[in-house]
């Protein structure tokens, strides 16, 4: 069964930096693609950013192009966002997805698998 559990979430000021983590368990971690997405209060869920199997193909949000990024370490089978530069428009739910497929995709109904979400506040 595949779990993915998110961590790193909290309370920033604007112009600062966070780090949510990912961990998964549950099949090989090195062979599927992972993917951030979020959802603000009264807003749908929305992409954020993905990685390929390998790690050599990213995808990201034109939003947080430049201030996100998201790295991942197979041997640890965890997946990261690194935020900087955060604003109170990026305050959200942040959930990791992965699908079943290696490649990776910006595309929210193509991910099968979904963490509980952690949440990213930052303040003005």
């Known amino acids: 069964q595949v779990q993915l559990v998110e961590s790193g979430g909290g309370l920033v000021q604007a112009g600062g930096s966070l780090r949510l983590s990912c961990a998964a368990s549950?099949?090989?971690?090195?062979?599927?693609?992972m993917g951030w997405f979020r959802q603000a209060p009264g807003k749908e869920r929305e992409f954020v950013a993905a990685?390929?199997?390998?790690?050599?193909?990213?995808y990201y949000a034109d939003s947080v192009k430049g201030r996100f990024t998201i790295p991942r370490d197979n041997a640890k089978t965890t997946v990261y966002l690194q935020m900087n530069s955060l604003t109170p428009e990026d305050t959200a739910v942040y959930y990791c997805?992965?699908?079943?497929?290696?490649?990776?995709?910006?595309?929210?109904?193509?991910?099968?698998?979904w963490g509980q979400g952690t949440q990213v506040t930052v303040s003005s």
């Open positions: 990685i390929s199997w390998s790690g050599g193909t990213t």
């Open positions: 997805a992965t699908r079943d497929i290696g490649g990776a995709t910006m595309n929210l109904e193509s991910y099968d698998y």
């Open positions: 549950g099949r090989t971690f090195s062979r599927y693609a």
